[in-house]
């Protein structure tokens, strides 16, 4: 996942933040910080449910945001951030976590291809996750 974050980091420069959470083995209803690279500090602990990230857990559902500012689902880290997206991360049929991305600039993800490629990356880790999920799981 480190790998994966810091890779589309390097390319993709519009992508200001990349990471993943992942779901807390001791309670299923907290998001932790997981792998990442970017250019602020993000929140250490989301709730499921809360925010793009915790509602793509609870509904296993893509999220995506054109406008922060605009949006009451979304947690604000910072200023600088004009547009996310949550993509979940599934194994055994449960959110095993999240593959979040945020941006500086408005709408960078409202293009189709932006989408794929995320859900695509998620969809790598997802099999892996799936594999291995009791080990992936974050201990608190």
Not at 54 to 78: E, K, P
Not at 93 to 120: C, I, M, N, W
């Amino acid at each position: 996942m480190q790998y994966v974050s810091q890779r589309i980091h390097i390319h993709i420069p519009r992508y200001n933040w990349i990471g993943f959470y992942l779901t807390d083995k001791k309670d299923f209803s907290m998001l932790l910080l997981g792998p990442h690279t970017g250019s602020f500090t993000p929140e250490a602990k989301i709730i499921v449910g809360e925010g793009l990230c915790g509602l793509a857990a609870a509904t296993g559902r893509v999220m995506v945001t054109d406008n922060v500012a605009g949006d009451s689902r979304c947690v604000r880290v910072s200023d600088l951030v004009k547009s996310q997206i949550s993509v979940p991360l599934m194994a055994h049929g449960q959110a095993a976590g999240v593959l979040h991305v945020e941006s500086y600039f408005q709408s960078t993800f409202k293009p189709a291809q932006e989408r794929d490629f995320l859900v695509g990356c998620a969809n790598i880790v997802q099999n892996c996750l799936a594999g291995t999920a009791t080990r992936v799981l974050v201990n608190a």
